[in-house]
């Protein structure tokens, strides 16, 4: 990122002059979109299977997850308050590593969205067909689409308005489930022979029943749930007041976790023991179902389906906003730079929205969805695990050759140098966790095309002149930095 283009960023001038990204999501956007963000489609359907593999233990598994991810966030928040002319982490990483990182963290999030969107077109019309089993699947799928896209082109307040709206369906869903369950527990309420109890969490084999191998197969299968917790770092361009709201909204995800995520499994487990929970059912469908909710099915498959939406909203919104970001850079077609008279990237939003419609294809696609879903969801949790390693990178090169920007931050990231390489490590540690499922495994070994086909495409523009005049500037301006260094030590 050279500082010729974060200046036209902030300064209000784009490549053709239209006008800048406009600042219009306020503090309560921002909340509800980091809570909807933190809280992904798995924990309603996902949460069964996690429960059956790893058994109680899965509330330590969220726990480390969350903690981890808590200081991804911390530091991409005082990066991005570092300089307000960042418009997302991709724009800090091109600043701090070079060109390349712009490039390869730009195009992969795109890839991820893309990716999960396709993923959620797909489940989106099969739970439409929930109410409707003879209507064909491609009509929900389209119609998904283009009410996204007609909601993300008016302006970035509607966005904003959307989902604040889906994140407080599934917010409200999780408090009845808690509220619900406590009812349940001290009413002693008993199903099956069993009684519900807080005593059923270590009553049935202990914390940890299925052994070591069971609590590191949870972590495979619960970090997809947590996709998208980054999410407010692609809206820092268009948020009110950034210095004020990003950090609200990243400070609380230690409490969204502990509330949303830790909260409902301790409730689902103490109302039935684990291992009355299978794979292939949403416990929340039989939660409620137990305290005698009529419709209990019909309820929960509308919070998913607004969960899946939300996440292909977010999906849109996030990757028009990358791929207007990498045009501005000159990292992809210069006609996805322009904003409509709106101030939304109209060209880049279609663009995405055209890769959305290959999940329509999926829906008639022979051979089994399910392990089709869960290679493209593992294949985007890889991603998006790169993404947040290029994040603390960033921040790690950030102390080292910025110091003085560190010690001015209002906002500054706990525990130092020592934590990025900390979860460094934790994305390592479930990388080889990924690796001890044949499922799984097959996702780890499809993902290098990815990079090697970016490789491929960052090889070709490397060979343009503007890009070779931004690697220029970007050398000379680390070493200016380092010769800076250099001489407040002698001092």
């Keep these: 990122m050279t500082e010729q283009t974060l200046d036209k960023a902030q300064g209000g001038e784009s490549p053709d002059g239209n006008p800048p990204l406009e600042r219009a999501l306020s503090n309560r956007h921002i909340q509800l979109m980091a809570i909807g963000g933190a809280i992904g489609t798995g924990l309603f359907m996902g949460s069964g299977k996690t429960i059956s593999v790893a058994g109680p233990s899965v509330i330590f598994v969220y726990m480390i997850i969350g903690f981890m991810l808590f200081f991804v966030m911390r530091a991409m928040g005082e990066l ?26 730009g195009w992969t999030y795109w890839f991820c969205w893309i990716v999960t969107g396709i993923a959620d077109v797909v489940a989106i019309a099969h739970y439409v067909a929930f109410w409707w089993p003879n ?100 809206a820092a ?28 499994l301790v409730i689902l487990m103490a109302v039935r023991p684990w291992t009355s929970y299978s794979a292939d059912e949403s416990p929340f469908v039989g939660m409620f179902a137990l305290a005698g909710l009529v419709g209990a099915a019909g309820v929960i498959n509308f919070v998913v389906l607004t969960s899946a939406t939300s996440s292909a909203n977010s999906g849109i919104y996030s990757t028009s906003r990358m791929v207007y970001g990498l045009a501005r850079e000159g990292d992809a077609p210069k006609g996805f730079g322009r904003l409509s008279s709106r101030k939304v990237p109209k060209n880049a939003l279609i663009f995405s929205c055209m890769f959305l419609l290959a999940g329509v294809a999926l829906l008639y696609a022979e051979g089994s969805v399910a392990e089709a879903f869960t290679l493209v969801t593992t294949i985007s949790a890889l991603c998006f695990m790169f993404v947040w390693s290029i994040i603390l990178i960033s ?97």
């Design 395 to 491: 921040y790690i090169v950030y102390r080292r050759r910025r110091p003085e920007l560190h010690e001015a931050s209002k906002f500054k990231m706990p525990g130092g140098l020592f934590m990025p390489y900390v979860v460094l490590a934790f994305f390592g540690f479930i990388i080889w966790a990924l690796t001890t499922q044949p499922d799984t495994m097959m996702a780890l070994i499809f993902t290098p095309i990815w990079f090697i086909a970016l490789g491929i495409g960052y090889l070709m523009l490397r060979r343009n002149p503007e890009h070779a005049a931004m690697r220029a500037a970007h050398d000379a301006k680390v070493a200016a930095e380092h010769a800076a260094r250099r001489a407040r030590l002698r001092a």
């Design 237 to 264: 361009a268009e948020t009110k007041d950034p210095e004020r709201n990003l950090p609200r909204a990243v400070n609380s995800i230690p409490i969204r976790v502990l509330l949303f995520y830790v909260g409902a």
């Design 135 to 234: 209507l064909a699947l491609w009509i929900p799928a389209v119609l998904c689409i283009l009410v996204l896209l007609a909601l993300n082109l008016p302006t970035v307040r509607a966005f904003g308005e959307t989902e604040f709206w889906f994140a407080l369906i599934k917010i409200i869903a999780i408090m009845a489930l808690i509220v619900v369950g406590l009812v349940m527990i001290i009413m002693s309420f008993e199903t099956d022979g069993a009684r519900a109890s807080f005593t059923n969490l270590w009553e049935h084999g202990g914390m940890f029943p299925t052994g070591f191998m069971g609590f590191v197969a949870g972590f495979q299968i619960a970090v997809f749930a947590f996709v998208g917790i980054e999410l407010v770092g692609t």
């Design 80 to 105: 991005l308050l570092s300089n307000l002319k960042y418009k997302n982490f991709g724009d800090f990483a091109g600043d701090l590593l070079g060109p390349w990182a712009s490039f390869f963290t």
